[in-house]
T-cell receptor, first 113, second 114 residues
């Protein structure tokens, strides 16, 4: 069964560094998403991406964040100048259609020291 | 404001007992409704979803959920819990008018005792 994959599974970085989180969505899916879950808190929407552009973003998704689909398979989340409060589990998701089930990857646990 | 409420943070049930996890939402009209499960160290796995039609939906692993419009609820049930069901369960809502995104409840942690 097709699934969303994410790398790395864990990432430790120093405050102020840049990180890139990678995702490979399900191959025939057209809509891509990033969510995050700070420890002990709700899963929160960050951004949705369709047709090579951001279709929607939350207020969390400020200039520190960017997304890209650099090729036909990968979908990345870049966090510039990381802060302690960026420590969280980051989930990638994809869906075939806009109004359709979103399938999630296993997540990348980011720890900013 | 639109919200999803899971009133139980933790629930403990005995193995073999029945289970009901509650979910309420505050949206003007019926949204699309989902239940996801997250096992320790794992991602979010879809259990079931409701878009329209029969208000009782069946999912994987023996779970079912019932949509009740009058109560704005979408409670998850399982008649007989197994130890492997211990996980965190998230109710999520999708309403296109409010954006192309899922809005999650806070989650309910299920503990199963033998």
């Amino acid at each position: 069964e097709p699934e969303v994959t994410q790398t790395p599974s864990h990432q430790v970085t120093q405050m102020g560094q840049e990180v890139i989180l990678r995702c490979v969505p399900i191959s025939n899916h057209l809509y891509f998403y990033w969510y995050r879950q700070i420890l002990g808190q709700k899963v929160e929407f960050l951004v949705s991406f369709y047709n090579n552009e951001i279709s929607e973003k939350s207020e969390i998704f400020d200039d520190q964040f960017s997304v890209e689909r650099p090729d036909g398979s990968n979908f990345t989340l870049k966090i510039r100048s990381t802060k302690l409060e960026d420590s969280a589990m980051y989930f990638c998701a994809s869906s075939e259609l806009e109004v359709e089930t979103q399938y999630f990857g296993p997540g990348t646990r980011l720890l900013v020291l | 404001a639109q919200s999803v409420t899971q009133p139980d943070i933790h629930i403990t049930v005995s193995e073999g007992a029945s289970l009901e996890l509650r979910c309420n939402y505050s949206y003007g009209a019926t949204p699309y409704l989902f239940w996801y499960v997250q096992s320790p160290g794992q991602g979010l796995q879809l259990l079931l979803k409701y878009f329209s039609g029969d208000t009782l939906v069946q999912g994987i692993k023996g779970f079912e959920a019932e949509f009740k419009r009058s109560q704005s609820s979408f409670n998850l049930r399982k008649p007989s819990v197994h130890w492997s069901d211990a996980a965190e369960y998230f109710c999520a809502v999708y309403k296109p008018e409010y954006g192309n995104k899922l809005v999650f409840g806070a989650g309910t942690i299920l503990r199963v005792k033998s």
